[in-house]
């Protein structure tokens, strides 16, 4: 467990070095996270530096964790249909397996259309980069 929290804490001292220049800016901004994960790590960096998602800046996280809902705001996020994914997977190791491909043989490239689940945690901007009413 101490690798696990060592790791944790050098993701949120990254993170917030990563997002202090956008935590002062005064246009309208937005941060895009790779994962639920880091994005509710920047959920507590957002609220100790004073600001307000998403008031003075937009979140969007990946994976559509099932805690994504319950943050405050309640987070917008990118669905990745993990089971599709891991269905696909699974088929085509089967697939290799049972026609024998090599080990060596390339790579398979499989494309699984991911979705937004809008939420509350990105405002809404007019065409002119104000906030929209």
Do not use: W
């Not at 467990?1 to 002062?24: K, W």
């Not at 494309?111 to 937004?116: A, D, E, I, P």
């Amino acid at each position: 467990m101490e690798g696990i929290r060592d790791r944790q804490v050098c993701i949120s001292h990254n993170l917030a070095e990563a997002v202090a220049p956008i935590l002062t800016c005064s246009q309208p901004c937005a941060v895009f996270c790779v994962s639920d994960n880091i994005a509710r790590e920047l959920y507590q960096i957002v609220k100790k530096a004073g600001r307000r998602i998403p008031d003075d800046v937009s979140v969007v996280g990946a994976g559509n964790l099932d805690f994504g809902e319950l943050l405050a705001p309640p987070l917008t996020s990118i669905d990745q249909h993990p089971f599709e994914i891991g269905t696909q997977a699974v088929t085509l190791i089967f697939k290799r397996l049972q026609e024998k491909v090599s080990a060596d043989a390339g790579p398979l490239h499989v494309s699984v259309k991911g979705r937004l689940v809008p939420r509350d945690s990105v405002r809404r901007l007019s065409a002119a980069g104000k906030t929209a009413r």
